[in-house]
């Protein structure tokens, strides 16, 4: 079943893009989706659903999202100024996160935020380049960190 359903999601999502109903391309989008939605079944359906989790990460994004939109202000700031005030490093550090999905997600969200880009990221060293000591204070340990090791305990 989840196999059809994923298979029937692709498959309209497909046309939906092409908007094309040629013969050869609707064989292509039924080889196509079906070779796609045999490999990935599980992502879209997934044999338990952990709503918790779900919540979580629901709630992590709009979060996420104000934060960038709060570094955006930051590094904007630095431009206007006639002396560019940046003070760069490279920031190293423990991650508490130890999942794979822990380990990419915080990597991730700290690429995403404006002023810190993640350069290495393992379960035993993060490195991070920070545009100035504003932007790297809270890696290590910070709020980002914590919200990830909440949704990290639910999986």
């Given at each position: 079943m989840r196999l059809f359903a994923t298979f029937v999601i692709?498959?309209?999502y497909w046309f939906l893009l092409s908007g094309e109903f040629t013969p050869i391309i609707i064989v292509l989008a039924v080889i196509s989706s079906f070779i796609v939605s045999y490999l990935?079944?599980?992502?879209?359906?997934?044999?338990?659903?952990?709503?918790?989790?779900?919540?979580?990460?629901?709630?992590?994004?709009p979060w996420l999202?104000?934060?960038?939109?709060?570094?955006n202000i930051e590094v904007f700031k630095i431009l206007i100024k006639p002396k560019?005030?940046?003070?760069?490093?490279?920031?190293?550090?423990?991650?508490?996160?130890k999942s794979d999905i822990g380990i990419t997600l915080l990597a991730n969200s700290i690429t995403l935020t404006p002023g810190t880009?993640?350069?290495?990221?393992?379960?035993?060293?993060?490195?991070?380049h920070a545009l100035g000591p504003q932007f790297a204070e809270g890696l290590s340990g910070g709020e980002m960190e914590k919200k990830i090791l909440e949704i990290e305990k639910c999986l």
């Open positions: 692709l498959l309209g990935t079944k599980d992502l879209f359906f997934p044999e338990k659903v952990n709503i918790i989790l779900i919540l979580k990460i629901f709630s992590y994004v999202f104000w934060q960038i939109v709060l570094a560019l005030d940046i003070d760069p490093s490279m920031v190293e550090f423990e991650p508490k996160v880009v993640t350069i290495f990221a393992d379960r035993d060293h993060f490195f991070v």
